[in-house]
């Protein structure tokens, strides 16, 4: 199974729909509110989806079931444009590398509210020269932000 093996940053992950969903109309929702609802969420056999199995555990709330399981974000994305689906997401998605058009998050306050945003790498294995350079130009690009996030 594959395993965070470079953390960059952290990134607050927040619930999101498409801005045509029903749900844009509320100005404050909890997590409850949205389990029995059409979610596209990724799998739990891998890093985001553990963490996001996590955040409805520490809400007291059971996973829902997902409608659609899809690891790759484009294609919940394009799930959530519709206006039917929801997921969980990192917020900075929502920003990089233009404010997303389509797609808005929710008022929901999470219980565990970020996790690391990294390189996921095959168990016991190194990374290569060239992608260990990657990861460390990776990082120094994302340090500016940080700092900035901070003040």
């Not at 100005?27 to 891998?46: H, K, Q, V």
Request: proline share 11%.
């Amino acid at each position: 199974m594959p395993q965070l093996s470079f953390a960059i940053f952290e990134s607050p992950s927040v619930v999101a729909a498409g801005h045509k969903s029903p749900w844009m109309r509320r100005r404050s929702i909890a997590l409850r509110d949205l389990t029995g609802e059409m979610w596209a969420l990724p799998s739990s056999d891998n890093v985001f989806g553990a963490f996001v199995a996590e955040v409805f555990r520490a809400s007291g709330l059971p996973v829902p079931r997902a409608t659609v399981v899809a690891t790759a974000l484009e294609m919940r994305a394009n799930l959530l444009r519709t206006g039917r689906y929801l997921s969980i997401i990192p917020e900075f998605w929502l920003q990089f590398p233009d404010p997303h058009p389509f797609i808005r998050k929710l008022p929901v306050k999470l219980p565990i509210a970020s996790g690391p945003i990294g390189i996921v790498a095959l168990k016991n294995r190194a990374p290569s020269p060239a992608a260990r350079l990657f990861m460390d130009c990776a990082r120094e690009m994302a340090m500016p932000d940080l700092i900035a996030d901070r003040t």
